[in-house]
């Protein structure tokens, strides 16, 4: 817009002498661009010739004090690039650098794109408005068209319950109450198959391995469930499911067990083990961090190994879904800034296949 006023005003510089002395200015005029063409041809005397900004600048200007039939004679260029040159100027008025080859509204920031599709995949209830209102109340000014055509563009369903809560969803939204049970195998140095049951708190990751035998029945299964009952006490009335396979072994009598806490018992799909993902991981570090370092004698070695893996489990091994504590803190970590001045202990389990570490007091 600066350089547009600059350019207007050179014009009406130019004009002033044949307005108010009435003189011939189309020759002087003349000669004031053969000047500055000679001063453009010294400067790139090894080159083509290049007009730069205010060459371009100064011949548009003169070009309004010669007749228009005499500018293929006195111009070094046609008066097409002449008129493209002063046409360039003039709309420099209506022309804004910060928006120069950008049309229509600013772009929506990905950093925002990317929380609009956080708040619609965290809450399937939520509508394009609603995740416009809780954008607002963070302090984003976005409208609900924007964030229409957000959700629209990464197909996601606009209708208030998109697909209804998946398996997932449901277990993490009541991880609190839920508890699980799963079968696993062990087998001994001699080739014996022994069988454990294993009980995990979905809400702190609290394992309870309750006992081994090498013939599991329905009896043993529901004896398995009271332990565990009375292991737990009262901290059973803060669970509300109980997330099970469909094998034989958990008869009536085992549901009946926790239906008597006011629990509902789930029964995973047949042949989906990602239905209860949470203890076939706890199994598998089981497995993987004790059970494939250690040669098991008998089950009364097992019911050893297993029980000292469980309290190591609970009481000093780290969870990412805890933040790195163990299941049995609710604590934060201690905090050793000098390295130097502390001892770090090391006790060994089970014969030092796991290694618990501790700074001494």
């Given at each position: 817009m600066v350089v547009s006023l600059l350019y207007r005003a050179a014009r009406t510089m130019l004009s002033l002498p044949a307005v108010l002395l009435r003189l011939d200015t189309a020759r002087d005029a003349e000669l004031l661009v053969l000047r500055h063409e000679n001063s453009v041809l010294r400067r790139q005397l090894k080159g083509p010739v290049r007009y730069e900004w205010a060459d371009r600048f100064w011949l548009s200007a003169l070009s309004s004090r010669i007749p228009h039939r005499r500018w293929a004679d006195v111009f070094p260029v046609t008066?097409?690039?002449?008129?493209?040159?002063?046409?360039?100027?003039?709309?420099?008025?209506?022309?804004?650098?910060?928006?120069?080859?950008?049309?229509?509204?600013?772009?929506?920031?990905?950093?925002?794109?990317?929380?609009?599709?956080?708040?619609?995949?965290?809450?399937?209830?939520?509508?394009?408005?609603?995740?416009?209102?809780?954008?607002?109340?963070?302090?984003?000014?976005?409208?609900?068209?924007?964030?229409?055509?957000?959700?629209?563009?990464?197909?996601?369903?606009?209708?208030p319950r998109r697909s209804g809560p998946s398996w997932r969803e449901f277990l993490t939204a009541q991880a609190q109450g839920i508890i699980a049970?799963?079968?696993?195998?062990?087998?001994?140095?001699?080739?014996?198959?022994?069988?454990?049951?294993?009980?995990?708190?979905?809400?702190?990751?609290?394992?309870?391995?309750?006992?081994?035998?090498?013939?599991?029945?329905?009896?043993?299964?529901?004896?398995?469930?009271?332990?565990?009952?009375?292991?737990?006490?009262?901290?059973?009335?803060?669970?509300?499911?109980?997330?099970?396979?469909?094998?034989?072994?958990?008869?009536?009598?085992?549901d009946a067990v926790f239906e008597a806490e006011d629990m509902d018992v789930l029964l995973s799909a047949p042949r989906a083990p990602r239905m209860n993902a949470h203890c076939e991981r706890v199994i598998g570090t089981v497995r993987r961090e004790a059970l494939d370092h250690v040669l098991l004698m008998n089950e009364a070695h097992a019911r050893q190994v297993l029980a000292d893996f469980e309290r190591h489990y609970n009481t000093h091994r780290p969870h990412r879904a805890r933040d790195q504590k163990p299941p049995h803190s609710s604590g934060q970590p201690a905090t050793v800034h000098d390295l130097d001045s502390h001892r770090l202990l090391r006790t060994r389990i089970l014969g030092g296949a796991i290694n618990e570490y501790r700074y001494a007091a």
């Open positions: 008066p097409g690039t002449l008129l493209a040159w002063h046409r360039k100027l003039i709309a420099m008025k209506w022309d804004y650098p910060a928006r120069r080859g950008r049309t229509g509204r600013p772009p929506t920031a990905a950093a925002l794109r990317k929380l609009v599709l956080r708040l619609a995949g965290e809450n399937p209830r939520w509508g394009h408005r609603r995740i416009q209102g809780e954008l607002t109340r963070l302090g984003h000014a976005i409208a609900p068209s924007t964030v229409w055509e957000i959700l629209n563009a990464a197909g996601i369903n606009l209708a049970a799963h079968f696993f195998h062990v087998d001994t140095m001699l080739g014996k198959r022994l069988y454990a049951m294993a009980f995990l708190e979905h809400g702190t990751r609290r394992l309870h391995i309750t006992g081994v035998t090498a013939h599991p029945t329905r009896a043993w299964a529901t004896q398995q469930a009271r332990n565990l009952a009375a292991q737990l006490g009262m901290r059973m009335q803060s669970l509300r499911f109980m997330l099970r396979d469909r094998d034989a072994k958990y008869d009536p009598s085992f």
